[in-house]
């Protein structure tokens, strides 16, 4: 279906995911009032205090003297079966990201041996099984958690449901592919005002869904340190905005893109932090998106110092850095806090 805007056509599936990444305004959010325009200060400071960025985690040098740390990310999203209703058109321009896309994909990172982080709804993986073995085969790559059912936590609604889908996620995933994993990652990068709290107590050595910073730092809850490692992202390095699901997005011409993500790197490259980019089978994956990534991949390669790590690997990193620098630092990014195995 489209909606009319003014004198351009946008699909509905866009609108509804634009309204919800960038908008709680638009809906109203189970058990999250909107803060009244007449709100004191302390009711502002006690609505932001539920995640907030804490400490700088970038450390004084990366491995091996490196200047840059790289982290390539897809979300494996597919059939999207919580955004929108199963019809088989739909269903089919997902399922192209398990097809086709995903083989593109290890391929590339294959030819050019370099790691990625791979975040999976549990459906997605249940629907397509051979995705976990594809993506384990180079032992390379890491996979982390990415929801049930890429389900939006805010209209959840309750802490128990929201808590059961989670540890279901874990549960699946850590059988499918024989190790639990440490990394997550939330659908449509969406907290609700409890995963916080529920991706500490499950044990996850870091997280990447939230956009305070475009470098590594921990995350803070109601004012306590809570040892979990933010490895942030933006939409400023993700393909969907860009591409949408149906080439209608703001910048559907791939020669563009690259030339977002070649300055977003060097920008990183020169302040010696971190450069992490989201991509998705199903929309990265086509033959005129993938050869620029492939260029992008070339780009970073060429110039020295250049880093390229899983998430897991980075946070590892960062672990044990932060831990060296401050004695006595925060419980959390003690390596017994954890639960890799």
Not at 265 to 288: K, N
Request: net charge negative.
């Amino acid at each position: 279906m489209l909606l009319k805007v003014g004198l351009r056509l946008l699909p509905l599936s866009f609108l509804l995911l634009s309204a919800q990444a960038f908008s709680q305004t638009v809906q109203k959010i189970p058990n999250l009032p909107n803060l009244p325009n007449d709100a004191t200060a302390e009711q502002a400071q006690q609505a932001v205090a539920g995640a907030r960025a804490g400490r700088k985690l970038t450390p004084k040098s990366w491995p091996n003297g490196a200047r840059v740390a790289v982290c390539i990310s897809f979300d494996v999203d597919n059939e999207y079966l919580a955004d929108a209703p199963p019809l088989p058109v739909a269903m089919s321009a997902g399922e192209y990201g398990a097809t086709t896309g995903l083989s593109r994909v290890l391929a590339l990172l294959d030819r050019e041996q370099v790691p990625a982080s791979f975040y999976i709804p549990a459906i997605s993986a249940i629907l397509h099984p051979e995705m976990i073995k594809e993506i384990q085969k180079s032992n390379r790559n890491e996979i982390g958690v990415h929801g049930w059912i890429h389900e939006y936590l805010p209209m959840v609604g309750n802490a128990q449901t929201e808590e059961e889908l989670l540890n279901r996620a874990i549960d699946y995933l850590t059988k499918a592919t024989g190790k639990r994993p440490v990394g997550y990652r939330a659908p449509s990068w969406a907290f609700s005002p409890y995963t916080l709290g529920q991706l500490t107590k499950a044990g996850f050595l870091y997280d990447s869904s939230m956009m305070a910073m475009d470098q590594p730092y921990e995350l803070v809850s109601n004012g306590t340190a809570t040892g979990l490692i933010e490895l942030p992202v933006t939409w400023i390095l993700d393909d969907y905005p860009y591409y949408g699901e149906n080439a209608d997005g703001s910048m559907p011409r791939p020669e563009a893109v690259f030339e977002v993500y070649k300055a977003e790197f060097d920008g990183a490259y020169e302040e010696r932090t971190l450069f992490l980019l989201t991509m998705h089978p199903h929309i990265s994956g086509h033959r005129s998106r993938i050869t620029q990534v492939e260029r992008l991949i070339k780009y970073m390669k060429s110039k020295p110092g250049v880093w390229f790590a899983t998430e897991e690997q980075l946070a590892l990193y960062l672990q044990k850095s932060a831990g060296s620098a401050q004695t006595g630092g925060a419980a959390g990014l003690s390596t017994s806090e954890h639960r890799a195995n």
